[in-house]
């Protein structure tokens, strides 16, 4: 997908806009698509002067995997806002959803002039930036806008959505799993009642692409957001997916002891570890049911051909590294040992 013609043209007329930040932007000198994900597309904006802006488009109003929560570039902008004070994530400038100008709603946010580094660099400097989040105390403004996490009942609900998607191929080598198994995702639930529990706003996403480094860690991509247990975070970065995907391996074992000492700030953390590990076979789960689900709703819609292709491309590389029988069977089989 190419909006760089709709951006130059709409940024050409910025002073007409109503919006005070639009009409005292400079001239626009050149527009760089940044990278999709698999609901938004980024582009970085760089003005005469040299200011730099990313614009975010939100092109797929899907729920997200984790909380069910409807992604919203609107909730994303006004929790942006909240957290601007803290310096842990861009600063909202501006949010559309009108769709007068584009085909889809967008933000203006900071642009992160970040350092080269991965996470895998520094992961005590990461968790110092998830930590500082998870501190924030919420005030009556913030419980406005931040969505509430998923409780037990909504993940069953969740489950059952997706099975619903994914019905037509419920025969498949891999779907019927989830069909037969759906009553052991639901006993596993209540094995881990405390992760339903929390206060804290939680990111939901730390995937090792939304950190950036400029003299401290910065988290992008808030769509995800919500209040609820912590824990969520911790246990989300011991995933080796997630760096599977990224960086093209595994977390060692010491990464991730480094990961739960920083974090618990305590060297006795093999009672932490097991609490925290729980919550995996449930991740995993989620995510081989979703990226099903994903992969049987984007042939619904009616996406530009380029866009369709890069998704599936996505989601394929996504099946390709984890959704596999063996994998979604031991992932099961550690819910039912669990149970037993």
């Known amino acids: 997908m190419n909006l760089n013609k709709q951006i130059e043209q709409y940024f050409a007329k910025a002073n007409l806009h109503k919006n005070s930040f639009l009409r005292t932007l400079p001239e626009l000198k050149k527009v760089d698509e940044l990278g999709k994900g698999l609901a938004n597309i980024n582009y970085l904006l760089t003005f005469n002067n040299g200011k730099k802006i990313l614009m975010r488009f939100n092109f797929w109003k899907d729920k997200e995997w984790c909380t069910g929560n409807t992604i919203s570039i609107k909730n994303e902008y006004q929790v942006l806002r909240y957290l601007e004070k803290y310096k842990i994530a861009p600063k909202a400038y501006f949010v559309d959803t009108s769709k007068k100008y584009f085909p889809f709603e967008f933000l203006l946010e900071e642009y992160i002039s970040h350092e080269n580094l991965q996470v895998d660099s520094d992961f005590v400097g990461v968790i110092e930036t998830i930590k500082k989040l998870h501190e924030i105390k919420i005030t009556d403004d913030g419980r406005k806008i931040l969505n509430v996490d998923a409780s037990k009942k909504k993940k069953v609900e969740l489950y059952k959505q997706k099975l ?3 019905y037509a191929k419920r025969n498949g080598a891999i779907e019927k799993i989830f069909f037969e198994k759906e009553n052991i995702y639901k006993q596993y639930l209540n094995t881990i009642e405390e992760a339903f529990i929390g206060d804290s706003i ?4 730390p995937f090792p692409e939304n950190f950036l480094y400029k003299k401290h860690w910065y988290l992008i991509d808030w769509q995800t957001t919500a209040v609820g247990n912590p824990i969520h975070d911790v246990a989300y970065l011991l995933m080796d997916f997630i760096y599977q995907f990224t960086l093209g391996r595994k ?3 010491t990464e991730k002891t480094t990961i739960l000492k ?10 932490i570890k097991k609490k925290v590990e729980k919550l995996l076979p449930l991740y995993y789960i989620d995510l081989f049911l979703f990226l099903l689900y994903k992969e049987n709703e984007l042939t619904k819609q009616n996406f530009p051909k380029s866009l369709h292709s890069f998704l599936a491309k996505r989601l394929q590389l996504g099946r390709d590294i984890i959704l596999k029988k063996k994998e979604i069977l031991f992932w099961f089989s550690k819910m039912e040992k669990e149970l037993n």
């Open 164 to 166: 619903e998607s994914i």
């Open 202 to 205: 939680i990111h939901h996403d």
């Open 251 to 253: 977390l060692t074992d």
């Open 262 to 271: 920083t974090y618990f700030k305590t060297e006795n953390i093999l009672e």
